[in-house]
């Protein structure tokens, strides 16, 4: 087992204890897992798809083993948990009233069950998402009307979101081609799982997608953080990078499968573990007003070295240690020793346009198939959005509504040219 290897391992039996079981292998604790909450369950997955068959039979016989009883099975959600699915996975809990859900599925599936767990604990005070999104407002009905969110146990099939580890939901608004947020602690899944070697059924753009969806979470914590987090989410950043670039570079050229699958797993759950000590900023924000033209993933894959080069005056200590890791992968030639503030940023964003480079990301907004100048305009408008302000607060150089055309709009700007000379550092 490698350095980075057995940090990471050291993390997150730190961060999540008996509660989360992780590795190669372990799909067959799942049972016990599950058995502490209740004896009654629903299972949520994707029953639709054919890959999903050997994995959804394992796990009802598990489940089935343990001495629980499955009520129901319910397909799970779309990409980007579209409101639509949350309602229906609701329905199906308020029809078998489990005592637990058990969601096997990746990031969007989870979230679309945590949300979905939460309308059926609240949904006779509030029986629409709207009242749930943004910050704390589960917490708050949990405390007024003495009640817990209906338990969700996750099981992730791909590493990406670690929505199976955090206080965050991402639903959309197919209609409008926005997503939101529910972010509160809790719509934690009290009981999760991760067994590695089921990344195996996954296509590999989902596998690039969700590498640089766990890296874009650990920079932007690590960039935001303050004084009292910054040394923990060094350490989260920094251990993620190096399990993520070489993993995220393994699984594009197919080569060891075994030992990619493993460091992904494990940097994206550090991923996971980050958005539970901060928040992230930008280019998650923006990725979530491009939905309807490029996956999250890519989003902030592309949103993250403008972002980064805008940042880079306020973090130049912080982009000295990220721009250790990605020289040291092969990433960066430049001697960052000679280097500060926003030349800093540049050779560090250029290490992260590399990463992408190599794995087939697009580097500039212009090239999408089918965006048009008015996703910057919703990007704009998002940025705007009360129930997405934690967004802007979590940067490093923070934003408010009435500066977010100046500054974000050169940054996306930049991102439509490719052209980091338009970004404008605010003074």
Known sequence: MDQAEQKARELLAGFKGNDYIFGSGVLDQLGGQVAALGKKVLLVGRFKSSWFAPIGDRVEEILEKAGLEIVGRCQGAAPNAPFEDVYRIHSHIMHGRPDAVVVVDAGSGIDAVKAAATLSTFGDLAPEIGPYLGVGKVSELCTAHPRTVLPVVAVMLAASSAAHLTKYANVTDIQAGQKSLIIDPAIVPPKALFDYD?????????????AFDGIAHALEVYFGAGPETEELTGDICETALDLIIPGVQAASENRDPDTARTQLGLGTDLGGYAIMVGGTSG????????????????????????YTVFFAPAIESKLRRVGAVYKRHGLINADLDALSGRELGIAVASGMMELSRRTGFPATLKELPGITRAHVTRCLNAAKNPALASKLENMPVPLRPDNVELYMGSVLDAAWEGDFPLIKNME
């Open 283 to 306: 280019p998650h924000l923006n990725s979530f007003s491009l939905v309807d033209v490029l996956s999250h993933g890519r989003a902030c894959a592309l949103m993250e070295p403008y």
């Open 198 to 210: 089921l990344t195996s059924t996954q296509p590999l753009s989902l596998t690039q997608d969700g």
